[in-house]
């Protein structure tokens, strides 16, 4: 079954590729912090993100008043 | 900190969600018309491009790469830029890349109906298109890859790790499953055969839908459930954790379209093992995408688009729980086949897929409009017709799977089957189909209100070409490293992973032909290659789809065996190119359909007046009429073209044979058609039915060849 055995290299060769895109994410300290990016990918401008905020709460009453 | 002014460009984004729109009202209307079928076989007035087994690709292809392509393509241009603080890396890219695509789905809607296609479920499409799928592929990667490079936040979001893991496998998949020997420019045999063929296919087959219908839309998943709710991922660590252990495990669980196939049973056991695990990253995902909305219910209850996202994601939980379970060898055992897959895959393309896009379409549109929705009230009318209408899809085609294959496999008392009559069983579940056309419906015109709906929301508002941003550099954010060091640090991943890339596609282009070849070995002597006419003929079985309804694999059960004969051996299938095991039997498995002697052997003429009218042969035959194979003649100036190709697949037929091939052709068709003209039938030697009729009496004949019967 030479089919079995070239995925099974080709899969391999895949999956290392992940591992090493995980260790090098580790490594550079993609995950040091994992609360903060979660938060911080609400905010597309920062200069405006308090302004919006408001913005879509009067928004979500305007909804409620249809 | 100096801060550095950009923009970002939502024309793409815009160009993208026209054509998700545009294709997806498509692709569901071909998908209403083969569901209309199934139940009105007459529907499509002898029109080939409008018979189901020319359609059912169009419809699978127009939902997986037109609409969720493009949907995928939106949401993925729309968001990489706001995560990353930085424009796409190049606009000219994402125009090639829209274009392009459009243009492939363009050339794939022209070829399918009529016809041209490789005969491989999912990956119909012909070398040409396929070699403009991997380009364009490619520009997308490299958009992608060097967006992330250029990137001002040191940081990469999840989402932004779940596209680049779905370019980067779907780019292997697409290249190792499409690898082909072109026989013209729209004909091409694939390099691999019978049970090496399935492997690699429903490898690619299950890959695809991980990684392009599962992984991006995790993304999705990921950037606009919290912009639309407003409040953070549930967990961002559990976020990180699942998207790892995903695609570790998703490469491992395509033999579980295979089970009790001819394929080894170690590699069988394999692909089950790692089914089961996947449930776990699966419903990671899930619930981190559920739990984002805890205590914000309130905010569901008011917003069509999370409760779409809602619904949208508790199908993707109930799809990747029940795939599992498919996947055990004894639920296995009375699925596979049946209308079960078929319910199983709408939870996911209806619920998942369809949700996600509507909710972020619904989202989105506004957003770059500048503007309110027009009617929420539309919306959540939207909602329900799509959420009753997936449940009207997929319940009675539970029933319908249940109560077929429990038809098949039913003995009576005497010890003969139940229901020996296979249309006994299409029959019982007709009404079933009536009530999916039903949920289909629905489902359609809750798409239309939604296309109203945007398109008064769009005249409302004012498009904004592009917004303005502004961020650090990326270097500054970094204490004590400096510029240059950033921009090399950068580079070599680019490089490494672009490289990687390259040398994967040349070696796999090189390697795999040469390998597959040689292992192509009889192992049962009595195979031989099919005969220049059977393979012109097998050409029409694959044309017109045949494999869509038909299965050729008779699994090691005691009602299969009874029903069609001896079961499948891998050692049969080894010169099919492309194998056509197939994954539903609409009608009954043709594997051991040339038998002489055999459960179900039909002569010559039943054939040809079956072809010509099926329903005068089987008065509630579901099949649709074939009048055409009768009045065409076959193409025999390609045979030689088609030998040599299959000798450079390993296909032993003697050397000098492409050029006496149509004597040996025409000699046999001569014999079938003067044996119908003995039984009154008016017809030529060299029409495409004779041609059909000689691969399907061959079908399965092999093993039992009276010389070398076992």
Not at chain 2, 65 to 85: D, E, Q
Not at chain 2, 123 to 136: F, K, N, V
Not at chain 2, 604 to 614: C, E, I
Request: net charge positive.
């Amino acid at each position: 079954m030479a089919a079995i055995i070239f995925l099974i290299f080709l899969g391999i060769i895949v999956a290392g590729g992940f591992l090493a895109a995980f260790i090098w994410a580790v490594r550079s300290g993609q995950y040091d912090d994992d609360y903060s990016p979660s938060v911080r990918m609400l905010f597309d401008k920062k200069e405006k993100a308090a302004e919006e905020k408001t913005k879509e709460e009067t928004q979500s009453t305007t909804i409620t008043k249809n | 900190m100096e801060l550095q002014k950009f923009t970002y460009d939502n024309k793409i984004t815009r160009l993208f969600m026209n054509a998700t729109i545009l294709w997806g009202i498509v692709g569901m209307l071909v998908g209403l018309i083969i569901a209309l079928e199934l139940i009105f076989p007459l529907m499509s007035q002898n029109i080939p491009w409008l018979s189901f087994g020319r359609l059912r690709p169009l419809h699978t292809n127009a939902v997986i790469f037109a609409f969720v392509g493009n949907g995928m393509f939106t949401g993925i241009y729309y968001s990489t830029p706001r995560l990353l603080k930085t424009p796409m890396f190049s606009e000219l890219l994402g125009k090639i890349h829209f274009w392009g695509w459009q243009l492939i789905i363009v050339s794939a809607a022209i070829t399918l109906p009529l016809g041209y296609t490789v005969g491989k479920e999912y990956a119909e499409l012909e070398w040409p298109i396929d070699i403009a799928i991997a380009l364009i592929w490619v520009v997308f990667g490299i958009n992608l890859i060097m967006t992330t490079v250029k990137r001002r936040t040191k940081h990469i979001y999840v989402a932004i790790w779940f596209y680049i893991a779905t370019f980067v496998t779907v780019a292997v998949l697409h290249i190792v499953n499409s690898i082909a020997i072109p026989v013209s420019f729209l004909k091409s045999y694939p390099v691999y055969a019978g049970i090496q063929d399935a492997l690699v296919q429903w490898w690619y087959g299950h890959n695809a839908v991980a990684f392009f219908l599962t992984t991006p839309y995790l993304g999705l998943m990921y950037y606009f459930v919290p912009k639309a709710a407003n409040r953070p991922i549930y967990s961002y660590k559990l976020s990180i954790i699942h998207f790892w252990a995903l695609i570790f495990l998703y490469i491992w669980a395509g033999p579980h379209h295979l089970l009790y196939s001819a394929l080894p049973d170690w590699a069988q056991a394999l692909g089950v093992v790692f089914s089961i695990m996947l449930i776990a990253p699966s419903w990671g995902g899930m619930i981190n995408g559920l739990l984002t909305l805890r205590g914000a219910w309130d905010k569901v209850r008011e917003s069509p688009v999370l409760k779409m996202f809602v619904v949208g994601i508790t199908a993707y939980g109930m799809a990747t729980f029940e795939g599992p379970m498919l996947s055990l060898k004894s639920v296995n055992a009375l699925s596979h086949f049946t209308d079960w897959t078929i319910a199983h895959v709408h939870i996911g393309a209806l619920g998942w897929n369809g949700m996600i896009t509507f909710g972020m379409l619904y989202w989105l549109l506004p957003k770059i409009y500048n503007t309110k929705l027009h009617s929420v009230k539309l919306a959540n009318a939207h909602f329900w017709l799509a959420t009753t209408g997936m449940l009207f899809f997929a319940i009675p085609l539970y029933f319908a799977g249940f109560t077929q294959s429990l038809m098949w496999k039913q003995f009576n008392e005497e010890g003969y089957l139940a229901y020996p009559n296979f249309i006994e069983t299409v029959v019982q579940i007709l009404p079933m189909y009536f009530i999916r056309v039903f949920g289909g419906t629905l489902y359609i015109t809750g798409v239309v209100l939604m296309i109203i709906n945007l398109i008064k929301t769009a005249n409302a508002g004012k498009f904004i070409q592009s917004e303005d941003d502004e961020a650090p550099a990326l270097h500054s954010q970094s204490h004590g490293v400096d510029k240059g060091h950033r921009i090399i640090e950068g580079k070599p991943v680019i490089f490494t992973i672009l490289t990687l890339v390259a040398i994967l596609i040349g070696g796999i282009v090189e390697f795999v032909p040469m390998f597959m070849v040689k292992s192509n070995v009889p192992t049962i002597s009595s195979v031989q290659p099919y005969t220049p006419l059977e393979l012109h003929g097998r050409d029409i079985y694959l044309r017109e789809g045949c494999y869509l309804c038909h299965s050729q694999m008779i699994r090691p059960f005691r009602s299969e065996v009874e029903r069609y004969g001896d079961y499948s051996k891998a050692g049969e299938s080894i010169y099919d190119h492309p194998f056509q095991f197939g994954s539903k039997r609409t009608g009954p498995d043709l594997a051991r359909e040339g038998v002489k002697g055999g459960p179900i052997y039909k002569p010559d003429s039943w054939h040809y007046n079956h072809f010509l009218s099926p329903q005068k042969m089987v008065a509630q035959s579901i099949m649709p009429p074939y009048p055409w194979l009768i009045s065409r003649d076959l193409n025999i100036s390609t045979t030689s073209k088609k030998i040599r190709v299959m000798q450079t697949l390993g296909v032993p037929y003697p050397e000098g044979y492409a050029e006496r091939a149509n004597d040996d052709l025409l000699k046999q068709a001569n014999q079938i058609a003067k044996g119908l003209r003995d039984g009154g039938i008016q017809v030529e030697d060299t029409k495409e039915v004779i041609a059909l009729i000689a691969y399907i009496q061959r079908l399965g004949t092999d093993i039992h060849k009276p010389a070398n019967n076992q």
